[in-house]
Antibody
Framework: QLQLQESGPGLVKPSETLSLTCTVSGGSISSSSYYWGWIRQPPGKGLEWIGSISYSGSTYYNPSLKSRVTISVDTSKNQFSLKLSSVTAADTAVYYC??????????????WGQGILVTVSS | QSVLTQPPSVSAAPGQKVTISCSGSSSNIGKNYVSWYQQFPGTAPKLLIYDNNKRPSGIPDRFSGSKSGTSATLGITGLQTGDEADYYCETWDSSLSAVVFGGGTKLTVL
């Protein structure tokens, strides 16, 4: 059974870079043509897609975040990662990693990590 | 401001039916499949409907989805108190080349 687990610092200072990793277990990140995504949810607010990456490194980013986001994949560790630069309090959110239900599909996510709360504060 | 528009809240009595609307445009709902998610407080979203009207394994047929033009609808029949949750629509926006979500709808089962 596929499982995703987010990890990283729960507290980041303003203007610094938020870095998170999603570890995939129960399946290989490079075994099929899946896209692997990051979605966030500010406290009390709705879902916002950040971006997605394929095992080969092809990426899609949310245009509103594109200038600050880098998503990468490490197939040797079965992980993919998120970096969000120049963070502000508005980036405080629960960050989820997720995988779509079908290969070559960027959206409709059927497997989610539990989420990790990242707070931006000095 | 979300690209997809949902009502902030809906409510209905146990056993009744409720619908949740999701309005978009020709570049997103009008051109691509719609998905729906259910989210309970403190938990990750769960895929309820994909490809407009298909249910993943394990999702009861009380949940249904439909699409017409640039709008989509989630229907829930035989409401239960356990259905109280937030519901989100989602699709691909071909102009933005991005996944877009609705703002979410809080369902209250009175």
């Amino acid at each position: 059974q596929l499982q995703l687990q987010e990890s990283g610092p729960g507290l980041v200072k303003p203007s610094e870079t938020l870095s998170l990793t999603c570890t995939v277990s129960g399946g290989s990140i490079s075994s099929s043509s899946y896209y692997w995504g990051w979605i966030r949810q500010p406290p009390g607010k709705g879902l916002e897609w950040i971006g997605s990456i394929s095992y080969s490194g092809s990426t899609y980013y949310n245009p509103s975040l594109k200038s600050r986001v880098t998503i990468s994949v490490d197939t040797s560790k079965n992980q993919f990662s998120l970096k969000l630069s120049s963070v502000t309090a508005a980036d405080t959110a629960v960050y989820y990693c997720a995988r779509p239900a079908a290969v070559n599909q960027v959206n409709y996510f059927d497997c989610w990590g539990q989420g990790i709360l990242v707070t931006v504060s000095s | 401001q979300s690209v997809l528009t949902q009502p902030p809240s809906v409510s209905a009595a146990p056993g009744q039916k409720v619908t949740i609307s999701c309005s978009g445009s020709s570049s997103n709902i009008g051109k691509n499949y719609v998905s729906w998610y259910q989210q309970f407080p403190g938990t990750a979203p769960k895929l309820l409907i994909y490809d407009n009207n298909k249910r993943p394994s394990g999702i009861p047929d009380r949940f249904s989805g439909s699409k017409s033009g640039t709008s989509a609808t989630l229907g829930i029949t035989g409401l239960q108190t356990g259905d109280e949750a937030d519901y989100y629509c989602e699709t691909w926006d071909s102009s933005l080349s991005a996944v877009v979500f609705g703002g979410g709808t809080k369902l209250t089962v009175l």
